[in-house]
């Protein structure tokens, strides 16, 4: 099991195009059912990171994590937990979400089985740090150790499986609604900027998903960018957002995006590996090198932050 920790850093934007991206859009472009979805949203964002960065933490003193600890082990680490305002994201406000009506079939099953996995989980973590906190290895030759293990990392995984559906769920679900929401905000206003907003994003999205991996389709990735320059060059030809500080904000993190999908692009095809530094760089988690997968998303990311202050 290696968990990673891009899922719930690119999940964290889908929640753009359900509340952002409506300021000045006409009615019949709002998102229907967008407290429920942003309830699964807030669920995932809030917990799933936490809990790959606890699973690191418990395995990383372990030898052999398929085996289980010995017992023998100088250093022990509990299982990181999750905050508890965290866990209750995923408790009172995701059933709710869940028994919200109307139904949605592709996002309520997955959003249950993330539930009911996660708690699962968080008991087992919680158990598993009452035992670590308290020393009992000490005192009973690690068998504790020995038999929490096992039903610890199903849980893990059952989760990450979940995880991974849910993800996938989500990121299908937000490429949906954007696809309507701009054909209807085309059909009413025209390419206005609630038009460009929601473009801007979700070209950005696709450019960051088509170079991803350590080997992207480079002709693919071209023809993206492209296309999402194009955009940004029709939205400024037509003057969207002049005078406009916060558009201005975010105009400056799409272009930044663009520059670092071309870089992303040129040290993919120059074959250039990453130094000594650079890995050193991402394993801290420190600034990406320019011109990573890491450093795209980051760029992304960004642009969806500065995208959400704008509808505050």
Partial sequence: MNPTFRAAVLAASVALCLAACQKGASSSAAVEGADKINAYIACFNGVQQPIQESFQRYVSWIADPAAGPTGKEETVRAPGTVLSHRVEFCGAPLTAALAQQPANAALDPAARRYQETFTALNEKIGEAVRYYDREDYKRDGGEGMRQRHAPLMEAYSAFFEAGDAMDAALEANE???????????????????????????????????VLDGDAPDLAAGRAQLARYQSVLEEAAKAKIGQGDPMWGHMERSADKLASEGGRRIERLQANQPLSRSDQILLESGGMPPSGTAPALLASYNDLVDMSNRMAR
Avoid: N, P
């Fill in 175 to 209: 490429d949906q609604r954007r696809k309507e929401q701009i054909a209807a905000i085309e059909k009413e206003e025209g390419r206005s900027a609630a038009f460009y907003h929601l473009s801007i994003i979700g070209e950005g999205k696709q450019l960051v998903k």
